[in-house]
């Protein structure tokens, strides 16, 4: 049976920490992982990773994927209130149906 | 650009009633999906559709019905509706396969009583 996995499921920061999300997969037939946010609204897309070892940034987000290992982290450097927020993995295996494959999320609180 | 949207956006009904919740998509892409989202289970996915015409069910169908008779839209029916069928429900959408992300709508809070 496919599975994602992240780690932890809930998390509590100060404003200034840095924090690493965790996401570990068993899927056959892997295309790729993706991140996404989720506030008090609709999940939005952060990253997406394809290759082992190659960082994606977006300011202070960055995530890298392990294919040999079969993990992702999400690293987020200098926390602020404003991100908090469900953070969700998600896996593609590359079904004719282009169905993603989620995991359960970590949520994160960042307090002032 | 409209992107993709879901009516209503909030929902109260009553047990044994069908509900239908709408999506519809302006992007044109070919594959949509419908999540439900509930405290401890994060999502998870109810029916999903590679083209007009062509579903599945994801892990949790039982109690719904979808169709999808036109590209840009992919409405779910709750047949008789139950009080665990008490949600947020996401559609999204993916224009293919490979290097594309997956768009979420709003979300339609449903609520069975």
């Known amino acids: 049976e496919d599975k994602v996995v992240q780690s932890p499921l809930s998390l509590v920061v100060h404003e200034g920490d840095t924090v690493t999300l965790n996401c570990s997969y068993e899927?056959?037939?892997?295309?790729?992982l993706l991140w996404y946010k989720q506030e008090k609204k609709a999940p939005t897309f952060l990253f997406m990773l394809?290759?082992?070892?190659i960082e994606k940034k977006s300011g202070r987000l960055s995530s890298i994927l392990d294919k040999k290992e079969l993990f992702s982290i999400l690293n987020i450097t200098a926390t602020q209130t404003g991100d908090s927020a469900i953070y969700l993995c998600?896996?593609?295996?590359?079904?004719?149906?282009?169905?993603?494959?989620f995991g359960r999320g970590t949520q994160l609180t960042v307090w002032p | 650009d409209a992107g993709i949207t879901q009516s209503p956006r909030y929902k109260i009904t009553e047990t044994g009633r069908q509900v239908t919740l709408m999506c519809h998509q302006t992007?044109?892409?070919?594959?949509m999906f419908w999540y439900r989202q509930d405290l401890g289970h994060g999502l998870r996915l109810i029916y999903y559709?590679?083209?007009?015409?062509?579903?599945d069910k994801g892990e949790v169908p039982d109690g719904y019905v979808v169709s999808r008779s036109k590209t840009e839209n992919f409405p779910l029916t709750l047949e008789s509706a139950t009080r665990s069928q008490t949600s947020v429900y996401f559609c999204?959408?993916?224009?293919?396969?490979?290097?594309?992300?997956?768009?979420f709508g709003p979300g339609t809070r449903l609520t069975v009583t």
């Open positions: 899927v056959t037939n892997f295309r790729s």
């Open positions: 394809t290759s082992s070892g």
């Open positions: 559709s590679a083209a007009a015409d062509i579903t």
């Open positions: 992007w044109s892409h070919s594959y």
């Open positions: 998600a896996v593609d295996r590359g079904s004719t149906l282009g169905r993603l494959y």
């Open positions: 999204a959408s993916r224009l293919g396969l490979g290097a594309y992300e997956q768009y």
